[in-house]
């Protein structure tokens, strides 16, 4: 007898350790072509004698669909298969497209000198990476409660920083000892184990797991769904200019810039100032990620828990200001191994210790509605800053050399962190409601931001 598929099993909207894991292990997922493209491939590339402009432009390529994924919120939106869920739909088949790439690639097997090819594999594959990034926050968004989101933020940027360190490790050992076409192999056929484990789960009661079976879209969903374009854009347009969202923007792209720049001048220090090869270059990236995978997990969300988003994210600005301000002085040091290794260790974790605190705060700015929408725009805009951060490491020539990235992120956070001081950004509900309850009913105050 035919059963209607999501009564029973895995449903994430029964459990919040299984929402909480299923988030952990699909920015896993998504941190294993991100360690390829942005660190494996890069110090490849810098051992083998590439200079800073072919790595910068590579990395620039690959970072550019980061910063045009807005386009991916407002399809997804738009258009799903609810008897599927929301989101699992477009997951299936961003990672079918991402193992069809890496297939490509393992038969074009490009050298170090094929930049454009390079970069356009790297531009390929991290496209399709964004449509499952803009999927997961977007589940993310629809799935988790308010409580969970500091928690979750820690979970899911935890686990990409480990899906990161993983991919760095591995593929960049692999690389050194047998080849490009082994490490997209080998990413390839990871990322199959995980669409396996989509296929085992629901988002919702009584949803299908595959388009054949038996089961319906959820009515929390339909009522959700927008249907049109017109509502999307609007809805989407009236949240985005409201002055909070404003302001987050810039912050959001000084993250960006941090990324975007260090990504790529750590394999150049790594090589010119210490002679080390792509592997040692790799797994030291991939140490630094795990660890900051684990402070993640741990102490970004707690952090986040106990002083709030806004306070946290000011707490690691103020620290990445120090880091960046350090490297720019101390050039004469940078043969130092232990300088070099504190100062990947440093900026992997601070970067997503930072991104764990700010999370939060965009996810209150977004409109349930268009959250795909919003939500990946505010991703797209940080994302934006990357590529930023990568170009402006392509030109450090014409700045005054490799040390100038480091006054160009210091910008960046330098302006982030003046706003964050003094804008007032969306607090969680129970400050208001308990706020409420401490006044005389005619004087309790509407929701403000803080």
Known sequence: MATIAGQSGLILAR??????????????????????????????MAANGAPAADVGSVIALTALPWSLKFVNGFFMDRYTYL????????????????????????FLNPAVSDVAILGGIGFVVNMATTFQDVAVDGLAVDIMEEDERARGSGMMFGGQSIGIATATAL????????????????VAGLILLLC?????????EGERKLPWQVGTAHPRNIEMQVGAWWPILK?????????????????????????GGLTGVTPLIGSNYLGWNEAEI????????????????????????????????????????????????SVSEWSNEMLFMA???????????????????SMRLCDPRTAATQFTIY?????????????????????????????????????????????????RPEYYAALAAKLPHDDRLKPRID
């Open 196 to 204: 396996l484990y989509i296929l085992a789960f629901n988002e919702r």
């Open 15 to 44: 459990s919040r350790r299984l929402r909480l894991f299923t988030l952990f292990i699909l920015y896993v997922g998504q941190g294993l072509p991100i360690g390829l493209f942005w660190f494996a491939i890069p110090a490849w």
């Open 343 to 361: 100062f990947v260790y440093a900026w992997i974790s601070l970067d997503m210790l930072l991104t764990v605190s700010c999370l939060p705060i």
């Open 83 to 106: 008897p599927m869920g929301r989101r699992r739909i477009w997951l299936l088949g961003a990672q079918s497209v991402m193992i069809a790439c890496l297939v490509a690639a393992i």
């Open 379 to 427: 991703m797209a805009i940080s994302n934006f800053g990357i590529s930023i951060g990568a170009f402006a490491l392509s030109k450090v020539d014409g700045f005054g050399g490799l040390p100038s990235i480091f006054l160009v992120v210091g910008a960046g956070m330098a302006v982030a962190l003046t706003l964050l001081i003094f804008v007032r950004y969306p607090r």
């Open 282 to 329: 790799s797994s030291l990236t991939a140490a630094a990620g795990l660890v900051a995978g684990v402070l993640c997990l741990t102490l970004g969300g707690w952090l986040g828990d106990r002083y709030g988003a806004k306070r946290t994210s000011i707490g690691w600005l103020i620290v990445q200001l120090g880091m960046c301000a350090t490297m720019y002085f």
């Open 171 to 186: 593929t960049g050992t692999v690389i050194g000892a047998y080849g490009a076409p082994a490490a997209y192999a080998i």
């Open 235 to 259: 809805t989407t347009f009236v949240s985005m200019i409201k002055a909070p969202s404003v302001l987050w923007t810039p912050v959001l792209l000084g993250r960006g810039l941090l990324y």
